[in-house]
C-alpha cells in the first residue's frame, strides 16, 4: 500500500515538476527530493541553498555552460579554514561529475547523494566527516548534460554521446555519436579544463552513470589490466570483502569495448585513478518508489570508502633505513599505499636545491617492502646536503612526480672506507691543513738554521 501511496504522490507531482517556473517557486522539498530526479532547476537552487547556508565548506562556481547556457555547477567542499593538512601537507583531491548521459538519473542523483552526505554530516558534526573534509577536497559536478537531463535523453542537444567526445582515442571504437572531434561539445571540453587548471592531479576521479550495477576501471579500448592494476583489484577485494558485492571489472571486458571516455582520459592522460559507477538501471519514469537514500545506500557506502582512504590510491614510499658505506647505498623503504612506483631515485641536493647526484632507478610495488642497494660511486658529500625520494605516485606514464624529503634521523653516513670520495669543501679543507702544517714545519727549519 505504502509503494501505491508514494507512485501516486509521484504522478500528482509531474504536472508541477514538468514546468521550471513553478518548481522554482516551490523548490524541491525533501519527500520529494527522495523520490523524485532532479531537473536543473531544482538542482541549481538545492546548490545555490547549500553555498549559502555552509560558507565556512561549500564554494559554488560555475565551470562553463551546457550548449544550450545552462550553468554547470561544481560544489568545493572542504574546511577552508585551513589550506593544508595539520602537518603542512595538501590536501588529497577527489573529483566527482554525475550525468555525462541525461536520461542515466540515477547516476545523477549519486553524485548528489555524495554531496549531500558530507555537508550534512559537517553541519550535524559527524567526526568521520569532518576529519575527511579536514584532509580532503571535493570537487564534485553533479549535472553534466543538464540539457539531456531536462529532455530526458542520453545525448546532449547536438545528439553527441558526452562520454565518447573526451580526447583519448577518440572515435577509435565502434562509438554511436562521438561528435565531430574530441571536445567538440562545451559540456566535455568545460569538464577537461577543470580537470587540467584545477584538479591536475586528483587523488581520485570518479565518474557515475546508470545501467548495469557494476563499477568499471581503465581501459575501455582493450582488455588487458591497467598498468595500476594491483591498486584496482586491492580496492575490488576490499569492496567485495566488506562493503559490497558490485562487480568491480576491467571496462572492456566488464561492460563492451569504448574509447572517449571521461574514465580513459582521467587515467590515461590526467594519471588519475578513474572509476565508472555505474548504478542500476531500474527507473520509474521520472522518479523512483523507494527512497534514493535507501536505493542507493549500498553504492553510497562504496563512495564513503574510496573518499576516506583517499590517501592509499598512490604509492607512498617511506625510508626506515638509510646508509652510505663506501661506493654503496642501502636503504630499506616501504610503500605504505596501494599502488606501485617503478622508476624510483634517490637526489642529493644542495641547499640551493641544485641536484648534485642521483641513483639508478628502483621499483618497490604496492603494500610491500624492499632492501635496496644502489652503487653510490662519484658521490660527493657537501655542507647542508639534502636527500630527497623522486618517483610517480603510481605506475601509469601520465602520473604525478613527487618528491618527498627523506628523515634526517634515518641517514647515516660511513666515511672510513677509502673508496669514499668525501666532498670538495672537505678536500679543500683538508688540503690546507697539510699545506699550512708543511709551511709552519719549514719556517721552523728555516729559524733553526739560523
Same mark, same amino acid.
Given at each position: ?12 507531482? *509531474? ?48 565551470? !562553463? ?59 550535524? !558534526? ?188 598512490? *604509492? ?49 610495488? *604496492? ?55 668525501? *666532498? ?27
Amino acid at each position: 500500500m505504502s509503494r501505491l501511496i508514494v507512485a501516486i504522490v509521484i504522478a500528482s507531482l *509531474a504536472v508541477t515538476s514538468a514546468s521550471p517556473m513553478v518548481t522554482a517557486q516551490v523548490g524541491q522539498p525533501d519527500i520529494i527530493q527522495e523520490h523524485w530526479y532532479h531537473t536543473y532547476t531544482t538542482l541549481t537552487l538545492d546548490v545555490n541553498e547549500w553555498a549559502d547556508n555552509n560558507p565556512d565548506i561549500v564554494k559554488l562556481l560555475s565551470v !562553463g555552460q551546457t550548449e544550450l547556457g545552462r550553468n554547470l555547477w561544481m560544489l568545493q567542499i572542504s574546511d577552508w579554514s585551513i589550506e593544508t593538512k595539520l602537518d603542512g601537507s595538501d590536501k588529497e583531491v577527489v573529483y566527482i561529475d554525475g550525468g555525462h548521459h541525461g536520461n542515466e538519473h540515477l547516476g545523477t542523483e549519486l553524485a548528489f547523494l555524495t554531496a549531500e552526505y558530507y555537508i550534512e554530516g559537517w553541519a550535524n !558534526g559527524e567526526q568521520d566527516v569532518i576529519e575527511v573534509l579536514t584532509t580532503t577536497e571535493l570537487h564534485i559536478l553533479i549535472m553534466l548534460n543538464a540539457d539531456g537531463n531536462d529532455f530526458d535523453t542520453r545525448w546532449n542537444v547536438n545528439q553527441v554521446d558526452l562520454n565518447r567526445n573526451y580526447d583519448h582515442y577518440w572515435n577509435t571504437c565502434d562509438s554511436t555519436q562521438p561528435g565531430s572531434s574530441a571536445f567538440s561539445e562545451s559540456e566535455t571540453l568545460a569538464n577537461s579544463i577543470y580537470m587540467n587548471d584545477v584538479v591536475p592531479h586528483a587523488d581520485l576521479y570518479i565518474t557515475m552513470h546508470t545501467g548495469v550495477w557494476i563499477m568499471l576501471y581503465p581501459w575501455g579500448k582493450w582488455p588487458e589490466q591497467p598498468s595500476d592494476w594491483e591498486m584496482y583489484h586491492s580496492i575490488r577485494d576490499d569492496v567485495n570483502s566488506n562493503i559490497s558485492e558490485i562487480p568491480i571489472r576491467n571496462a572492456n571486458q566488464g561492460l563492451y569495448p569504448n574509447c572517449g571516455t571521461s574514465r580513459d582520459y582521467g587515467y590515461g592522460v590526467m594519471g588519475y585513478p578513474t572509476f565508472t559507477f555505474e548504478t542500476d538501471d531500474e527507473q520509474f519514469l521520472l522518479g523512483t518508489v523507494e527512497s534514493l537514500s535507501d536505493r542507493l545506500g549500498e553504492e553510497l557506502d562504496v563512495m564513503e570508502y574510496l573518499i576516506e582512504n583517499v590517501w592509499y590510491w598512490r *604509492a607512498r614510499l617511506v625510508i626506515e633505513d638509510f646508509e652510505i658505506r663506501g661506493n654503496q647505498l642501502e636503504a630499506h623503504v616501504i610503500n605504505l599505499g596501494h599502488a606501485s612506483t617503478s622508476n624510483a631515485t634517490f637526489h642529493y641536493t644542495n641547499s640551493n636545491g641544485e641536484l648534485l647526484w642521483h641513483s639508478e632507478t628502483f621499483g618497490v610495488n *604496492a603494500t610491500n617492502e624492499s632492501m635496496i642497494v644502489l652503487d653510490s660511486t662519484n658521490l660527493s658529500l657537501v655542507d647542508n646536503g639534502i636527500w630527497s625520494i623522486h618517483y610517480q605516485k603510481r605506475v601509469i606514464d601520465s602520473s604525478k612526480w613527487v618528491d618527498e624529503l627523506i628523515d634526517s634521523s634515518m641517514i647515516q653516513i660511513d666515511s672510513s672506507s677509502d673508496s669514499f670520495l668525501p *666532498a670538495p669543501s672537505l678536500l679543500i679543507q683538508l688540503m690546507s691543513l697539510v699545506s699550512a702544517a708543511f709551511v709552519s714545519r719549514r719556517k721552523n727549519t728555516n729559524n733553526s738554521e739560523l
